[in-house]
């Protein structure tokens, strides 16, 4: 059985960007969503007890799509905080950035291009291979860099549940917007690992 993440901020803590009401939404119905479906779909399944990571690279259909968006929203949520004006990645990931884009700005613009650029909905990631290469990629509905062998570092969501209610058809405004309140030390993090 998997349970509903907590959020690691006040419900406030990241508007005017994303709002508390978009959160309550996002957070309290869409992921409890997600969570309800794979539950009630596991008992009895061949994927019962393990665990997203393994749903994910074995499943099809339904359990994919739920155990998908569990993980997808579990990395999204918990790498926001409120926004600090001014912080950049650090350390093996700075450097890494800092030698495939020459500049963050340039990671930035390429990675809200490719955001924006999505059809219908899905994800934008950051995510590195097994020798710290880092890409952007963009998955469709559910998919996710666990799917295709790849770590998953950063995303932003562009289903338009995400951001409908403070930014309506404004997707590429919403996705720029965001960079103050990605926590680069839980980036860092994922990175290290
Ligand atoms: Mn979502």
Known sequence: MFTLINLPYAPEALEPVISARTLSFHHGKHLQGYVNNLNAALPGSE????????????????????AGQILNHNLYFTQFGAPVAGDAPRGALGAQIAQQWGTLEAFQAEFVAKGAAIFGS?????????????????????????AHGFKPLLTFDVW????????????PDHLKALWPLVDWRVIEGRYAR
Do not use: K, T
């Open 47 to 66: 994927f019962d007890g393990l665990s997203l990571e393994e749903i994910i690279c074995r499943a099809s259909g339904a359990v994919f799509n739920n």
């Open 160 to 171: 338009e549940h995400a951001y409908y209610l403070d930014y309506q058809n404004r997707r």
């Open 122 to 146: 899905g994800w934008v990631w950051l995510q590195a291979d097994a020798a710290g290469e880092l890409s952007i990629a963009q998955y469709a509905g559910a998919d996710n860099p666990v």
